[in-house]
């Protein structure tokens, strides 16, 4: 199964703040909360995208 270009754009993002999340925490560090709102930025892409995706597929039933 293929990942639309939305959904893997919002993975990407996750992925990207999750790992200098992971690194602050490993550190000891405070994480920003401009961390937390990418984050969460990125789960919302990632979601539009796939739903998008499956709601084209539903219209060519």
Request: hydrophobic residues 60%.
């Amino acid at each position: 199964m293929a990942i639309n270009k939305g959904a893997r754009i919002g993975i990407t993002i996750q992925v990207i703040a999750l790992g200098i999340i992971i690194l602050l925490v490993i550190f000891n560090k405070v994480i920003p909360s401009i961390l937390s709102w990418i984050f969460g930025i990125g789960v919302a892409i990632a979601l539009v995208g796939t739903l998008f995706e499956l709601s084209k597929k539903n219209i060519k039933r």
